[in-house]
Nanobody, 128 residues
Framework: QVQLVESGGGLVQAGGSLKLSCAASGRTFTNYIIGWFRQAPGKEREFVAAISRRGAGTHYADSVKGRFTISRDNALNTGYLQMMSLKPEDTAVYYC?????????????????????WGQGTQVTVSS
């Protein structure tokens, strides 16, 4: 099991930027695919982005492609989500998640049920 702690959320105006961090502890970080999901009030949790264990592979939801960038620093056991050109519809609680067991495929990484460990979430609010 790996423990995940998100940080970096906050209130930002539309068009602004935020960088979320996901600090991991407890197990070898490079064993895990890291995913970011978000959940807005009254909506289901949705996939945002994922990155492979060594960082060579990434995948994004169409809604954030070209605006968000996922990365990781395995030396620091930390994942990141750089969010730019934020829109009010990006408002949600953002969660990072870790998956140790699967292959990195664009279909599989979008499924929240494959992730075994989750952070507590960080709120991102984008005002219009």
């Amino acid at each position: 099991q790996v423990q995940l702690v998100e940080s970096g959320g906050g209130l930002v105006q539309a068009g602004g930027s935020l960088k979320l961090s996901c600090a991991a502890s407890g197990r070898t970080f490079t064993n895990y695919i890291i995913g970011w999901f978000r959940q807005a009030p009254g909506k289901e949790r949705e996939f945002v982005a994922a990155i492979s264990r060594r960082g060579a592979g990434t995948h994004y939801a169409d809604s954030v492609k070209g605006r968000f960038t996922i990365s990781r620093d395995n030396a620091l056991n930390t994942g990141y989500l750089q969010m730019m050109s934020l829109k009010p519809e990006d408002t949600a609680v953002y969660y990072c998640a870790a998956d140790s067991g699967g292959l990195f495929t664009t279909v599989a990484v979008q499924r929240p049920e494959r992730y075994t460990d989750w952070g507590q979430g960080t709120q991102v609010t984008v005002s219009s």
